[in-house]
């Protein structure tokens, strides 16, 4: 069963979405301590705003455990949806450092940011399930594009995704790291 997280489920989302910034291999992960990282990010996204927040949130639920989680969002509020984490940081005196952003999304998509299944729950229908629901919560907001990225190493991944009706368009470059944009009209 897919449904909207609940910001009180923010600390159980955090391992699902430091899945996804471990294997990005982002710079903070060796320059800030995991105890203090945590702290950072869920509290981050326990506003509805930050691109993790609880308002962008949706769990796959199965036996009364997550089994999976996805966040996703229209394309043009990219440029805003960072802002919670830089709040976080100066909240917990973390110094920023001025880093450029590369481009995830465009706008008139509808972004898929992140998609992880837990460990348990893999190779059971979890991730199909989660990427029918992104789309059809896509076209209920009015989308008629649905994208994500895809590491271009990951080939499970980029499997999924192509059964699930989507195509590569374009490689993107994003923290060193090279992905597929794929796009799926809806």
């Known amino acids: ?61 199965r036996n009364g455990q997550i089994a999976g989680a996805f966040f996703g969002y229209p394309g043009e509020w990219e440029p805003l949806i960072d802002g919670p984490l830089q709040a976080s940081m100066l909240k917990f005196d973390y110094p920023l450092e001025p880093t450029p952003k590369e481009n995830e999304t ?43 990225n895809c590491d271009i190493d990951n080939k499970a991944a980029y499997q999924l995704y192509k059964k699930s009706g989507f195509e590569r368009k374009t490689r993107l470059v994003l923290s060193s790291h090279v992905y597929w944009h794929m796009t799926k009209a809806i």
């Open 1 to 61: 069963m897919i449904r909207k997280a609940k910001q009180k489920e923010m600390p159980e989302l955090y391992p699902f979405v430091f899945k996804i910034l471990s294997d990005m291999e982002l710079p903070v992960l060796d320059e800030i301590n995991a105890e203090l990282l945590e702290k950072i990010i869920v509290d981050a996204m326990n506003s509805p705003h930050y691109r993790y927040g609880y308002e962008h949130a949706w769990v796959c639920e």
């Open 106 to 148: 465009l706008p008139g998509e509808w972004y898929l940011d992140t998609l992880v299944t837990h460990p348990n729950f893999r190779r059971q229908g979890v991730g199909r399930e989660m990427m029918d629901a992104a789309s059809q919560i896509a076209e209920e907001a009015g989308y008629k594009m649905i994208a994500l």
